[in-house]
């Protein structure tokens, strides 16, 4: 559950702290006020993608923080190792934006990244928006939808599945008529000879750019070896002053001993220099300089470059891609007992692919009519009294991704009408409905805690709208749910009602989230039934609406708690 949301800097909104219950929350306000910011800030949350135009003008970052039930999201923090023992309840989690249009985003005070944030975010909540609707137009998304009311496991199909492409990708690969292996032959067989010739080393090309860099600094190198010999160990050289400097020190200390020190100082000069000295020599003598050695340097740093640009390829992936063309030559050599194996093993595969997609389907038939009688039902709730649903499965001629069938959702809205693609028959408010339906069927096996829905009231008034409100206060009861809307009866069912208010203040825009108490309440009912004339009738009406949501309320929880108790 969502328990608090504190917003900073985010759009018109300089700082607001929204405080969330469980039951239906709902939030209401003048078109423009910035509900779809509270939204946003709250998508932010579950990782959706975000950017610095959403930083308020002025501000150097926007912040935003929620604090969620912690228990929602044990599983999650167990399996990113960041479950460490704290024996708090809440869970904190904060996104921030930078004017740079860098985001960073933590977890009870743990940096994580953006996908963590959106595996932790879609255990979470669940955010509707007006577009879920047209969602249902997408009927590749019916079967989806289908799997998860009957609660179908499909891992062992899709493991299946996945092993019999590779095969096939495998029988694909060496299926090749006798010319085009030839040719294919040749080319591996003369790539392998190549490299082979090669004796490629990953480091090979740094030890000949050093190598080539000192050549090609040889007469200066063997000038300062010179130098540097001679500044050391000529007649007039640091190793001889040392050595003379040394005697005369041990032979004042004769007469004042506090010189030792200065002598077993130069002493250990001596040996410094001595080994300075050896080390140029040794190095010296190592140096055999010659312009053919240049030349065959030069060579192989081109033949290098060649085989790079050739098989495009970098000089640290060509002994892997030498593995690789030895493997497909002796595939190719092998190629048809390898095939009759394939055949087998494919025939093998497909049997049991096709076992268990008719496991599948056998389980998607008996689901299928559950699922649209009880959307059915729920479309008759929602002022759609005529609507028939249906579900219609349909085999497929191959194994596919999720087995042997395709779905898709029908829907007759009006009496007498054959059922049909939604697409072609519900309206705005009719698809905002069918949407709310399905929620409504399928959150019953979701273990999603919060839903939100922005605007779901698209199309909808009258008797429609009084029935998703109650749709939504009945959801209330098992689902924490945020609400956006426009409808006072929707708004009436609210446990927790926040107006959402715009001003200016000093020349500046800004967005408050303000609670309401019963009056509020009372008041903002008012003017969504008929704007600012807020009259004592239309206080009344609310008042009448407020009370009738309240008795909605309870009778549902009684139904709730006998249904329970039986």
Not at 40 to 53: N, P
Not at 186 to 199: G, K, N, S, Y
Request: glycine share 6%; net charge negative.
């Amino acid at each position: 559950m969502l328990r608090e949301l504190r917003i900073e800097n985010i759009a018109v909104i300089e700082r607001a702290d929204i405080r969330f219950d469980a039951g239906l929350n709902v939030m209401t306000g003048e078109t423009g006020a910035g509900k779809s910011i509270v939204i946003d800030s709250i998508a932010a949350l579950t990782g959706a993608r975000v950017t610095r135009d959403l930083i308020r003008g002025g501000a150097e970052r926007a912040t935003v923080t929620g604090v969620f039930d912690r228990a929602d999201a044990e599983n999650w923090l167990r399996d990113n190792e960041l479950d460490d023992g704290d024996d708090s309840d809440e869970l904190i989690v904060q996104r921030r934006i930078t004017r740079d249009g860098k985001s960073s985003c933590r977890v009870c005070g743990n940096p994580v990244s953006a996908q963590q944030l959106r595996e932790l975010g879609s255990a979470l909540l669940e955010i509707h928006g007006q577009n879920d609707g047209l969602q249902l137009l997408d009927e590749k998304r019916h079967l989806a939808a289908l799997d998860r009311f009957a609660g179908l496991d499909l891992d062992p199909y899709r493991e299946a599945y996945r092993t019999l492409c590779t095969l096939r990708e495998e029988r694909e690969r060496l299926n090749l008529d006798e010319e085009e292996k030839e040719r294919l032959s040749a080319r591996l067989t003369e790539a392998v000879a190549e490299l082979e010739r090669a004796a490629l080393r990953p480091e090979e090309r740094e030890e000949l750019t050093a190598r080539r860099d000192l050549l090609r600094n040889a007469e200066k190198l063997t000038e300062a070896l010179h130098i540097a010999s001679d500044a050391l160990n000529g007649d007039e050289g640091a190793l001889n002053g040392a050595q003379t400097a040394a005697w005369q020190c041990r032979h004042a200390a004769g007469f004042a001993p506090e010189l030792g020190s200065a002598a077993d100082t130069v002493d250990q000069a001596i040996f410094l220099l001595s080994d300075a000295s050896e080390r140029l020599r040794d190095f010296e003598e190592s140096l055999s300089f010659s312009p053919e050695e240049y030349d065959r340097i030069e060579e192989r740093l081109r033949e290098l470059s060649r085989l790079e640009r050739k098989y495009r390829r970098s000089l640290e992936d060509l002994p892997a891609y030498l593995d690789e063309c030895r493997g497909r030559l002796e595939e190719i050599s092998f190629s048809e007992e390898r095939l009759q194996e394939l055949d087998r093993e494919i025939t093998r595969q497909e049997k049991r692919c096709t076992a268990l997609a008719e496991d599948l389907r056998e389980e998607r038939r008996k689901a299928s009519g559950r699922l649209a009688a009880l959307i059915e039902k729920e479309l008759h709730d929602l002022s759609m009294p005529a609507a028939r649903f249906l579900v219609e499965l349909t085999p497929l001629t191959e194994l596919g991704p999720a087995g042997l069938d395709s779905a898709r959702f029908l829907l007759s809205a009006n009496r007498g009408e054959l059922p049909g693609r939604i697409s072609r028959i519900a309206s705005g408010g009719e698809l905002s409905r069918i949407m709310l339906a399905m929620k409504q069927v399928l959150s019953r096996s979701d273990p999603v805690p919060t839903m939100i829905f922005d605007e779901i009231d698209t199309g909808v008034s009258g008797i429609a709208a009084q029935r998703v409100g109650e749709k939504l206060a009945e959801l209330s009861g098992r689902k924490q749910v945020l609400c956006v809307t426009h409808l006072p009866q929707i708004a009436a069912m609210a446990d927790r009602h926040a107006v959402i208010v715009k001003t200016e203040r000093e020349g500046r825009t800004l967005t408050e989230v303000i609670p309401l108490d019963h009056l509020g309440r009372q008041r903002e009912i008012a003017r969504l039934h008929g704007g600012d004339n807020i009259t004592e009738t239309t206080l009344r009406s609310a008042e009448e609406q407020l009370g009738y949501a309240a008795q909605f309320k309870n009778q549902h929880q009684n139904k709730e708690k006998t249904n329970g108790s039986i």
